[in-house]
């Protein structure tokens, strides 16, 4: 929802808000916002607003959702709580809070139709074609969490901050010799003479002797250790293993495709077009007009409704239902071609026209029997593995052993000699142990000797317990088992030490004045010019210089050297020639560090209100409340 939020920003407010907000909340300080206790089970009070446990529990999920699509996995509550999530969302709420505050003793008002316009003009809610999509509108809604009149609140909400902070957007001016400074220096270019001697290009590297390769594994004992390994004894009861030996009748299988027959239903659709109006007397015009044969463009432009908002494609009756019940029970009784009477949405007073129906389809039995008939087998058996699991424990709570257990059971334990935290065994292989994953996760949070407790896996198909029956603690791998990467690792280090040696002198040649073509050669590497370059190393190719190298040639003079080493070489660079930057108001360069400095500005004067806020309206946090709403 957050990023949702941030994206309808682009429209609602100046893009940076929310990221003003969490700077000025990081300026606030996280002591000053929880000094105070409130008496009541708000999780924070400002002014005469209270922030619920239920507005706070609503914007957590929301984040660990945002937060989980970006990394891939499931961010936990108790992650997100480590994370420090909850201070900074607790923030945000209390920044909002307070300007809202405000807005309302000032007496700004945002009308209906002024947020009705907004919403229409959100790009995120347009279709392919460039058009408000009540589809889509609905759709982005629900995905994250809003009801419309949710979401209406919200934007409410947001466009009076926008008034509100209206003076901070537009008043800030940034003074120009301050840019103009900051331009000189962000624009400024310098080249260099440049000689990069690649370690894997040095000659004569000599081979080292067993006696070295052996000192060399015992000092950086660290980059060859084996990880901790676990041996262990699992039971695994897999749903599946008890499916292949249930079987289901057609009558069976009939049963279930009439349970689930909701499932194989497509929906009727309807493609619909609509006049939208802010007001009952226009709508009802449009209703006239559109009685009497007009055409619907035509009757938009006549009652000034949007003719963006005329096409707004299928519609299913939950689509219709986020409406309105009503309306949605009215678009669903019309034929083909009918039009309904004027009705009204938190979006205004709508005429809709039936333009076709596509019908429902159900899917018929014969395209997903087999599906059935293996979901029924395993519905079966799942009802069968919590038995088993059940009579699992109390066979081990009787004092049996896993083994014992197990062929009580009619299966085996399953055995795993070695494994890591990670399921690789000793040859750094997967293992290929049924649910590996689930086994060694119970395992390594298991002392040695110790049994686990009987645990549902992750995809809710099968039960593990797991015993550990020994550990081996990280040990340094023989020298013979890693000998190649002994040496391999000893070798890059004599070059990078070679390549350094070579750089000093070579830095020194540069700065006394020789000719950086004769010092490459004399060291069998050559020299070459850069372009102009920014300190950011625009001008260069990727990785042509190490970052810090860059730093330190913006540091010298003409004819200064330095060097440093970089990922497989050292760098040696003598500064060439320094380009002052060129005032140029127009340039991307000078725009872009203007637009800093007023952010940046903005960012400070935002902070400094938000500190007055907090004098003016009083901040309490209910820390109690808070640590009960995770």
């Known amino acids: 929802m957050l990023e949702f939020m941030r994206k309808s920003a682009n429209t609602i407010f100046i893009k940076a808000f929310l990221g003003l907000l969490i700077l000025s909340f990081a300026a606030w300080g996280i002591g000053d916002i929880f000094r105070g206790r409130a008496a009541n089970t708000a999780v924070a009070s400002v002014g005469d607003t209270n922030i619920s446990a239920e507005a706070f529990r609503a914007e957590f999920a929301r984040e660990l959702q945002r937060m ?60 392919d074609a460039g058009q408000f999509d009540r589809n889509i509108f609905i759709n982005i809604l629900g995905r994250n969490g809003f009801s419309e009149d949710s979401y209406v609140a919200r934007v409410r909400e947001n466009m009076a901050r926008q008034q509100y902070l209206g003076p901070i957007r537009d008043g800030a001016i940034v003074p120009k010799p301050l840019v103009s400074a900051l331009y000189a220096h962000a624009a400024e270019q310098r080249s260099a003479e440049v000689i990069r001697i690649e370690h894997a290009n040095l000659l004569n590297v000599k081979a080292p002797s067993d006696a070295e390769l052996a000192q060399f594994h015992q000092d950086h004992a660290a980059s060859f250790m084996a990880p901790e390994y676990r041996k262990i004894t699992a039971i695994v009861l897999q749903g599946e293993t008890i499916a292949a030996g249930i079987t289901v009748s057609e009558e069976d299988i009939q049963n279930a495709y009439n349970e689930r027959e909701a499932d194989y239903l497509t929906p009727e659709k309807r493609t619909l077009r609509q006049i939208v109006t802010n007001d009952e007397a226009s709508a009802q015009k449009a209703k006239t007009l559109l009685d009497g044969g007009k055409a619907i463009t035509e009757v938009a432009a006549e009652v000034g409704a949007n003719p963006a908002m005329i096409e707004i494609g299928d519609f299913t009756t939950a689509d219709a239902s986020n409406l309105s019940a009503d309306i949605a029970t009215a678009l669903f009784a019309l034929p083909k071609g009918g039009r309904s009477d004027v009705l009204q949405s938190p979006l205004g007073w709508h005429v809709f026209e039936v333009v076709d129906i596509t019908p429902s389809v159900v899917k018929p039995l014969a395209d997903v029997h087999d599906e059935l008939a293996k979901a029924v087998k395993m519905d079966r058996a799942l009802t069968a ?55 060694v996760n119970q395992a390594f949070q298991l002392s040695e000797g110790q049994d ?148 940046d500005m903005q960012g400070d004067l935002l902070s400094q209100l938000s500190s007055a806020l907090e004098g003016t309206y009083g901040v309490t946090i209910n820390q109690k409340a808070l640590n009960d709403a995770y």
């Not at 709420?93 to 000032?106: H, T, Y």
């Not at 990670?422 to 689930?438: E, F, I, N, R, S």
């Open 385 to 439: 593995l919590y038995e088993q699991s059940t009579k699992t424990e109390d066979l081990l709570g009787s004092g049996m052993t896993f083994e014992e257990a197990a062929t009580a059971l009619g299966t085996t334990a399953t055995h795993i000699a070695a494994v890591d935290a990670q399921g690789l065994g000793p040859d750094g292989k997967p293992l290929t142990t049924p649910y590996v994953a689930d086994v």
């Open 452 to 599: 686990g407790q009987m645990s549902e896996t992750t995809d809710g198909n099968a039960f593990v317990v797991v015993r550990v029956d020994g550990i081996t603690a990280p040990a340094l791998r023989p020298l013979d088992t890693v000998k190649n990467d002994v040496a391999m690792a000893w070798d890059a280090q004599k070059r990078a030490e070679m390549a350094g040696e070579l750089a000093k002198a070579a830095q020194a040649r540069l700065q006394a004045g020789e000719d950086a073509t004769t010092v490459a050669q004399s060291i069998g590497f050559a020299a070459t010019v850069t372009t102009p370059f920014t300190r950011d190393g625009k001008g260069l190719e990727l990785g042509a210089l190490p970052a810090n190298l860059i730093d330190t040639l913006f540091t010298l003079k003409t004819g200064e050297a330095t060097s440093a080493e970089g990922t497989g070489a050292h760098t040696v660079a003598r500064l060439a020639t320094i380009v002052p930057a060129t005032p140029d108001t127009g340039s991307a360069i000078y725009r872009a560090v203007a637009d800093k400095a007023l952010n």
């Open 68 to 127: 989980s699509q970006i990394f891939g996995q499931e961010i936990t509550r108790e992650q997100g709580q480590a994370m420090g999530i909850g201070n900074l969302l607790v923030g945000r709420l209390v920044q909002s809070a307070l300007i809202n505050e405000s807005a309302r003793d000032i007496g700004l008002m945002i009308t209906d139709a002024q947020i009705l316009d907004e919403i229409k003009r959100t790009p995120e809610f347009f279709n």
